[in-house]
């Protein structure tokens, strides 16, 4: 049995859920219902609206922006 570590964004997930109080999947689709605004405009947006740290924001829209992109392949 291995446990591997998460690595990249999804590792700050369980703390984002934690000090934020929301699941990732709600964060997600916030991020969603603002496209297509660009990376930074919605890291911008989950700060100022909603208190997030700019490590947390970032990684949760880099996360989810790559993971639309690679649905859209």
């Known amino acids: 049995m ?3 570590k998460i690595k990249g964004p999804a ?3 369980p ?3 934690k000090k934020y109080g ?7 689709a ?3 219902k603002h496209y297509p605004a660009k990376h930074m405009e919605l890291v ?3 700060k100022s609206e909603h208190g ?3 490590g947390h924001a970032n990684a949760l829209v880099a996360y989810t922006l790559a ?4 649905a859209a392949v």
């Open 52 to 54: 997030m740290g700019h």
């Open 30 to 32: 916030l991020v969603r």
């Open 2 to 4: 291995t446990t591997e």
């Open 67 to 70: 993971g639309d992109k690679q």
């Open 15 to 17: 703390s984002i859920e």
């Open 11 to 13: 590792s700050y997930f």
């Open 44 to 46: 911008d947006l989950l």
């Open 22 to 28: 929301r699941p990732i999947s709600d964060w997600q």
